[in-house]
């Protein structure tokens, strides 16, 4: 397995222990800093836990987003899924943050579908099989509280009329050594998907030619994504007249399993909205955590709660500083064994998605005034 030297990230791939710092000047963003922090809590009157906790860390243009809006003009969120399969708790973690920006700066939130980008990389799902994911999943983003009438959910197989307008707009701007660099293109890559970043480009413009003037655009998403931001729509944007998106990047949630984000093609590893809370418990009891070989060992020198699935997950499931840094020094100190925490952790997700669960059926109710359609 690689080390952090050596971790890979891309869209569709992330392997070995990623080293954040590094990838703020690889893809040359910058640092969520506490003075941005605090800028953005003037707006909203509170710092949202991933903020805090820092699980959002890196951005481009954040500041130039408060710039405009302190100007009068208002932004839009643009943020996606590639619906291969169910959602999983990483997914969500970008959505948590969508929806705290939609309520607190009244924000629209453009919400782009790519079950084309899902069937052309995945040989074993039919066009069938992704639409069908679209829905599945439309159903987890509404169930995390999405205004109905500033949200539009489209696929990019049904939304294909309008969105293939601006696509060939953008892509007569990239050449194939681009993506080829960008995104680890090579002989044996499909068409379909060298010219597939384009489509993902394409939201962030979308609302400005659908009113027919620029608005600038936010796009929260974890840092896998930023190939086709740094690489295709910033780099076009001048070219076509729309500003530069800006962008807004969190960390990866871990997996269960030893090192290695959450992943729906590891569904061992991965906690899916749609599971019942006696798996989701089964596969906790079972996860990798950062405690010792032994109880003695575990109690002499305490546990290593930064590279503990179970910890991360407290930090993005439970909004109580005080429960959370608690945790911590318990586990630190090795007063808190693995077995007593996963228990915990496994209620705590039990409540959550008793919860989730039911609104995602409620949300079948109204799904169709979610979606965008021409
Ligand atoms: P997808 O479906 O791989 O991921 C959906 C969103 O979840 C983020 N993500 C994670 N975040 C934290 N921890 C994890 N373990 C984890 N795994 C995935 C992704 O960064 C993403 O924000 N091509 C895209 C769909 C898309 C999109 C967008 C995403 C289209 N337009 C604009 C973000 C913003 C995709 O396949 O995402």
Partial sequence: MPNKAECTVTPWEVRGEVDYEKLIQEFGTNAITD???????????????????KIFFSHRDLNWILDKYEENEKFFLYTGRGPSGHTHLGHLVPWFLTQHLQ???????????????????NNNLTLNDTLNYTYENALDIIACGFDPAKTFIFSDIEYSKTLYKIAI?????????????VFGFNHSTNIGMSF??????????????????NIPCLIPAAIDQDPYWRGVARAVAPKLGFYKPAQIHSKFI??????????????????????????????IMKAFTG???????????????????????????????????????????????????????????????IKHQRKRKEAKKVLEKFMLRD
Wanted: charged letters at 25%; aromatic letters at 10%.
């Fill in 169 to 181: 707009k953008v892509a007569k701007h990239i050449t194939f050594s681009t993506v080829k660099a």
């Fill in 254 to 283: 871990l997996g269960l399993g030893k090192g290695g984000k959450m992943s729906a093609s590891e569904p061992e590893t991965a906690i899916f909205t749609v599971d019942p809370p006696e798996v989701v418990h089964k596969k």
């Fill in 291 to 353: 405690g010792r070989a032994t109880v003695q060992e575990q109690k002499k020198k305490g546990g290593i709660p930064d590279v503990c699935p179970i910890y991360q997950y407290y930090t993005v499931f439970l909004n109580d500083d005080k429960q959370v840094a608690d945790i911590y020094r318990r586990c630190m100190s090795g007063d808190l064994l693995c077995g007593e925490d996963k228990i915990h952790l496994s209620k705590l997700m039990k409540t959550f998605l």
């Fill in 103 to 121: 309520e607190k700066f009244g924000a629209e939130l453009y919400f782009q579908m790519t079950d084309d980008e899902k069937f052309l990389y």
């Fill in 196 to 213: 597939f970043p384009a489509i993902q480009a394409v939201p962030c413009f979308l609302p400005s030619v659908l009113k027919g003037y």
């Fill in 35 to 53: 003075d941005l922090i605090d800028r953005l809590a003037k707006h909203t009157g509170e710092v949202h836990p991933l903020l805090k906790r």
